[in-house]
C-alpha cells in the first residue's frame, strides 16, 4: 500500500535517487538543502510516497512572497516533481499534489504557480484544474567571443537594493518580492553560479547555464527606475557574462532597454501556470511580471 508521509533528511540518498532514475541525472545534493532548508520565507514541505522501504515519489513546494493583485500573499511553488515509472498509474502523483497543497494551505499561501515542462504540465492541467497563467518569452542576444570577462561587483544584496526594487514595484503589477533577505538568499547563497552588478538605483544579476549544449549566461534579474539605468546594466551583465555564447532573459520592465542592446524575442517560451487556493488567480499576458531568476530552473 502507497503512503503519503513528509520528507525526512535521512531519506535524501533515496529521493536524490528517485530523481536520477526519472531524469537521468542525480540533482546537486546542496541545491536540495538549499531550496527547501534555507529558504527565509516559508517552512520546508517535501512529501513523499512510498511503499515499504521504496519512494514511490516526491513533490517538495518552496514559498515566496509575492504581490496579487496590489495585495501582499504568500505563494507556493511546486519544485523536484517525481515518480518512479514502475509505480505510475496509481494515482501517486495527485496524491502527493493534494497533501502539498493542504501543506500550502496551511503555512498560509493564497496561490500556488508553476513554471511546468511538456511532462508535468499536462497533469496539471488537465487533471488537477490548474490554470495555463501565461507564456513568458524568452529573449537571447548574441556575445562577442572575445575580451576579458568581468566580475560583479556587489557581494550582498542591502538596503539600496531593496529601496530600489520598492521604487519599481508598483510597475510590475503581480510578481515576487524582493526583499534583501530574499534576493541574499536566492543569489548570494545559491550552490549555483551568479554575479551581482550594481548601479547607482539599481542591480543586475547573471547567471550561467548550458542549455541544450550551449554555454548560456542569462540575466536573472535586473532593476532600474529608468530606461537609461536598465542599458547600463545590460551593458555590465554582457561583460560578466563573457565566454557564454548567448546571453538571454525575459524582461519583466524596460523592454525598450533590452531591444536597443540588441535582444531579441526567441520561440523559445516558459508555461506559467497557477492554481488559487484562495480568491482569484490573475492570468493572461501582463498580469504577472516574471524574470529568470524567479523560475526553479535558471
Known amino acids: 500500500m502507497t503512503e503519503i508521509a513528509p520528507y525526512e533528511p535521512a531519506q535524501l540518498d533515496a529521493v536524490l535517487g528517485l530523481m536520477a532514475k526519472v ?12 531550496w527547501f532548508d534555507g529558504n527565509p520565507v516559508g517552512p520546508r514541505t517535501v512529501v513523499l510516497a512510498t511503499e515499504g522501504e521504496a519512494v514511490a515519489g516526491v513533490l517538495g513546494a518552496s514559498c515566496y512572497r509575492a504581490v496579487v493583485n496590489g495585495e501582499e500573499a504568500l505563494v507556493a511553488l511546486p519544485l523536484y516533481a517525481a515518480t518512479d515509472p514502475d509505480f505510475q498509474g496509481r494515482g501517486i502523483f495527485q496524491r502527493l499534489n493534494a497533501e502539498v497543497a493542504r501543506a500550502a494551505r496551511e503555512a498560509g499561501a493564497r496561490l500556488e504557480l508553476g ?19 501565461n507564456r513568458l518569452r524568452v529573449w537571447a542576444r548574441p556575445l562577442l567571443p572575445f575580451g576579458p570577462r568581468e566580475s560583479g561587483d556587489l557581494a550582498t544584496f542591502g538596503r539600496d537594493q531593496e529601496d530600489a526594487y520598492r521604487r519599481i514595484a508598483p510597475k510590475l503589477r503581480s510578481h515576487f518580492v524582493r526583499s534583501a533577505e530574499y534576493l541574499n538568499w536566492r543569489y548570494v547563497d545559491s550552490p549555483r553560479e551568479y554575479a551581482v552588478v550594481a548601479s547607482r538605483n539599481g542591480y543586475a544579476v547573471v ?24 542599458h547600463w546594466l545590460l551593458r555590465r551583465s554582457a561583460r560578466v557574462a563573457r565566454g557564454a555564447r548567448v546571453l538571454l532573459a525575459v524582461p519583466h520592465l524596460h523592454g525598450a532597454a533590452y531591444a536597443a542592446f540588441g535582444f531579441v524575442p526567441t520561440p523559445m517560451t516558459i508555461r506559467l501556470i497557477g492554481h488559487a487556493l484562495e480568491g482569484r488567480m490573475p492570468i493572461g499576458p501582463g ?8 523560475t526553479d530552473f535558471f
Open 207 to 230: 547567471g550561467r547555464k548550458r542549455l541544450r549544449g550551449v554555454g548560456a549566461a542569462f540575466v536573472a534579474d535586473l532593476v532600474a527606475p529608468s530606461l537609461r539605468e536598465a
Open 115 to 133: 513554471f511546468t515542462n511538456r511532462e508535468a504540465g499536462p497533469i496539471y492541467v488537465g487533471k488537477l484544474g490548474w490554470l495555463d497563467v
Open 23 to 34: 531524469y537521468g541525472e542525480e540533482p546537486p545534493r546542496d541545491e536540495f538543502a538549499w
Open 287 to 294: 498580469a504577472w511580471r516574471f524574470s529568470l531568476g524567479d
